[in-house]
């Protein structure tokens, strides 16, 4: 642990070359994404302050000196009562389950609540080696601090926790060094420039249902998703064709907007987005359908790789 607990060496072998997944697990909200966007160093996974943005599992790779982590950020654990839902919870089940080590993320700023508990128990359950990073370090000061901490030592005794902030950085060097630790000897799987194994489509489904969540500002609910219908590299520019699905005319209204301002505000935010990524010129077009009950379909979410 950190700033009081020691964090422990999991081999005497400390200069072998480590490499293996780490697992981001917790319940929803508590900067899963964020955080891997942080270890990255940048933008890969979409944020919002909406709950259960995180769909499946986004893989990002972190390639230092002495290890390769790939990180994978995970949908927040909760108790499912949709098909959508339950197949969010299955991805990060099954994250958890392939997982070298697991990171249960906690928002300091809410303490150890009942469904940490509960994603604390789906990760023993999986009987891999994990640990705790407490987030959101910058919110709270040491009379809040303090106390969290010494529960969750008095608690799980036995486990390494490591404060941290993902939006300030803090502390995130002892993160990756506590997690490389716990990695196996292992040679480096992917190149040492690479971020990803998320494809092109998919990183644009993400980033235009981002832009719906930010333009709408809480007007459409949680049932909206992005479908790439066409993705074309031709040179010097990627073209591609989404539809964006809603589940009511009254949400596509929204969407779409006032002679269609909004869906242009969509457009102009995901396309930025896609160029500071891909570093290549985009053309970006969106349509908007209404596709009723969505979230209840396997074959819709089967597209949606879910």
């Known amino acids: 642990m950190t700033e009081g ?34 270890v990255l160093g940048t933008k890969l996974a979409i944020t919002s302050k909406k709950p259960q943005t995180t769909r499946s599992a986004i893989v990002g790779v972190r390639t230092a000196p002495r290890a390769q982590t790939i990180w994978m950020d995970t949908p927040g654990l909760h108790r499912a009562r949709s098909l959508l839902n339950r197949r969010m919870v299955d991805a990060a089940e099954r994250s958890i389950a392939q997982a070298d080590v697991v990171v249960v993320v906690i928002d300091a700023s809410a303490g150890l609540l009942g469904q940490d508990r509960e994603a604390i128990d789906t990760v023993v359950a999986s009987r891999h080696p994990w640990l705790v990073a407490v987030n959101k370090i910058d919110l709270v000061g040491d009379t809040r601090m303090l106390p969290l901490l010494d529960t969750i030592g008095r608690e799980f005794p036995e486990i390494d926790v490591v404060p941290v902030s993902a939006s300030r950085g803090k ?81 596509k209204r929204i969407v779409v907007g006032s002679g269609g301002a909004m869906i242009r505000r969509i457009g102009s935010q995901a396309r930025h987005e896609l ?32």
């Open 171 to 251: 502390n995130l060097p002892a993160l990756e060094r506590a997690v490389a630790a716990r990695l196996p000897p292992a040679a480096a799987i992917y190149p040492e420039d690479e971020l990803t194994d998320q494809s092109e489509r998919s990183i644009v489904q993400e980033f235009v249902r981002e832009q719906v969540f930010a333009a709408t500002e809480g007007e459409i609910p949680y049932k909206t998703a992005v479908l790439v219908e066409r993705f074309e590299d031709k040179k010097g520019v990627n073209v591609v064709s989404a539809t964006i699905l809603v589940e009511r005319d009254s949400h």
């Open 5 to 38: 607990f020691p964090i422990t060496e999991h081999s005497s072998a400390v200069n072998e070359f480590r490499c293996g997944t780490a697992a981001l697990a917790g319940r929803s909200n508590v900067g899963k994404s964020t955080l891997l966007n942080r």
């Open 275 to 306: 160029e500071r990524f891909f570093a290549k010129r985009f053309y970006l077009e969106l349509f908007v359908k209404v596709r009723r009950d969505w979230t209840r379909s396997p074959r819709v979410l089967a597209e949606l790789g879910l």
